[in-house]
Structure formats: C-alpha cells, structure tokens
C-alpha cells in the first residue's frame, strides 16, 4: 500500500502560486517528509523536506499540518520550468517511499 | 561536484546476455541506492549501500548483483534478465545513510528483449 496519497494531475497558470496536496495519514513520528520533481528524461530532483514545522527554501515552502497526516508544496510563482512530476516521500531513516506522483502542468 | 553520473545512458540486451550499469559520484556520499522505475509509475528501491557495505536488498531477484568497489563507484550487475525488467534504472547517493537529501543520476534506459 502507498504510504503518500496525491492527485494525478494538476495544472496551474504562469506566475500564480501552485499548493500540491499530499496525505500520508500513517506517517510515523520519525518519518521526514520529502518533496522531489522529475522533468521528463530525467532523475528526481531534491525540492525540499521537512519533520514538523513549515519550511522554507529558494524553490517552495513546506507546509505541513499539526497532526503530521497531510503537508502542502507551495510553489510561490509557477514558471513553465515547474512543470513535471512532483512526488511526496516519506523518509524512514534510509528508505524513500515514493507515492504515486502529482504531474504539473503549467500553462502559459 | 554535485552530480551522480550513470552509463551508459541506453541499454538493450537479451535474456542470454550479461551486462552492468555503472553509477558514480566524487560528492563524498556514504550511501548509494539502486532504483528501478517503469513508465509513468515512481521509482522503486532495489539497494541500499551504506559505507560500501550492502544494507537493504528489497527482496530483488538474484538476476540483479549490485557491487560497490569503492565509495565513489556503484554497480549493477545483470543477467539472465526478463522483457518485463525493461525500465529505467536510477542510481542516487547520499551524504549519510539515514535522513539526508539524496541525489539522483539521470539513469540508465534499459530494453531486454
């Protein structure tokens, strides 16, 4: 069974702000949360993670909720580099358990 | 240096043949990680290194024999191998073993016919 749920797909204009739903309503209270994307041709790429509190960095924000079971990529202005697959993974201590998948689409 | 490089880029073999695929990185990782990704579907773990060591085999076919020669190379090995083991194979390393950012190489197309 996935241990992270996502939607299939999602679109979102240029330069607006993109929130990418994720659940992982068994997450243990060691498992980090993992955002990578992967463009087409290519190997994932590092987004951002997090254990409880919101993150920040140069590409998104993490929001994550206080009970840990669901967490939010934002992408704060969508360019059409953005688009590509976004996957939520929880960590558990060398483990990646990738979920299905989120597949962008930015339209200009 | 922050990048994992992986040959050859493409692959096609048969079921009788032997071949390997070759990851390497020069960041300094301690743990490197063998994954397997067909179309349209996520990536899937095969193999944990840890400190060139075998950590996790996640229950993968003996026709797949990863080897770590040193800390900056990892390798798998293949044969005997089946149509439906036709997929992308990812190699990623990581600064330590648990918890860290792990850094993914562009992967290896494999066809088996």
């Known amino acids: 069974d996935a241990k992270t749920t996502q939607p299939n797909s999602m679109e979102s204009n240029e330069e607006e702000p993109v929130h990418l739903p994720c659940n992982h309503s068994?997450?243990?209270?060691?498992?980090?949360i993992h955002w990578y994307r992967q463009l087409p041709s290519q190997g994932p790429e590092y987004v951002i993670h997090?254990?409880?509190s919101n993150v920040n960095n140069r590409m998104a924000s993490l929001a994550i909720a206080e009970d840990r079971k669901s967490s939010t990529l934002i992408l704060h202005r969508a360019t059409l580099r953005d688009a590509a697959v976004y996957y939520c993974?929880?960590?558990?201590?060398?483990?990646?358990?990738f979920g299905t998948g989120t597949s962008l689409t930015v339209i200009p | 240096d922050t990048e994992v490089t992986q040959t050859p880029k493409h692959l096609v073999m048969g079921m009788t043949n032997k071949k390997s695929l070759k990851c390497e990185q020069h960041m300094g990782h301690r743990a490197m990680y063998w994954y397997k990704q067909k179309a349209k579907k996520p990536p899937e773990l095969m193999f944990v290194?840890?400190?060139?060591?075998?950590?996790i085999n996640e229950s993968v076919p003996s026709r797949f024999s990863p080897e770590c020669p040193n800390s900056s190379l990892l390798n798998l090995h293949l044969h005997a191998l089946q149509p439906e083991d036709s997929a992308l194979y990812l190699c990623?390393?990581?600064?330590?073993?648990?918890?860290?950012?792990?850094?993914f190489g562009p992967g290896t197309r494999l066809t088996v016919l």
């Open positions: 990623a390393s990581s600064q330590g073993q648990f918890y860290n950012e792990q850094f």
């Open positions: 997090g254990l409880t």
């Open positions: 068994t997450i243990s209270g060691t498992d980090y």
């Open positions: 290194y840890s400190y060139e060591k075998l950590s």
């Open positions: 993974i929880l960590n558990t201590g060398n483990q990646f358990y």
